[in-house]
């Protein structure tokens, strides 16, 4: 976030697809030069206990969002088909919960498909996109005006 961009964040699916986005970022490459450099980070976290607590309780606030009866339903039927548990989600917050700088070093391995297999997309203004066009395969308008 620092630089501009309004957020940022990383998810790990639990059927093994990860993403990461930003979001009002005005430094394209910068961002993806930092996401391609997250597995050496995440390899040397600091000990740092406070900015895991912090990042648990960010984790677990993104987990316990209350849902409305119409989400409920579409995170059950999601559920349903994806043959997740409630005893999967269970075991998912208690390994949230139980994150400590060690956990999280370990998990640099994965963040290695993201040097491999990264697919990159970006919504923004035309004069960002042009600028790190070298990063895309190709660009075109979500609209013409």
Known sequence: EIGGAYGVYMMFMQ???MFVVSYR???????????MGAKDYIANFPED???IE???????????TPFTPSL???KTF????SGLTDEMNDRE????????????????????RLNKDAGIACVGGTKAINESSNLFL????????
């Open 15 to 17: 059927n093994g697809n």
């Open 25 to 35: 970022d005005p430094n394209v490459e910068k961002t993806v030069e930092a996401y």
């Open 49 to 51: 206990e406070k900015l």
């Open 54 to 64: 912090r990042m648990i309780i960010s984790t677990i606030g993104l987990m316990d």
């Open 72 to 74: 409920t339903a579409l």
């Open 78 to 81: 999601n559920m349903y088909k």
């Open 93 to 112: 917050r208690n390994e949230v919960l139980s994150t400590d700088c060690k956990k999280l070093r370990s998990l640099s391995k994965y963040l290695e």
């Open 138 to 145: 190709k660009t075109e308008p979500l609209y013409n005006s």
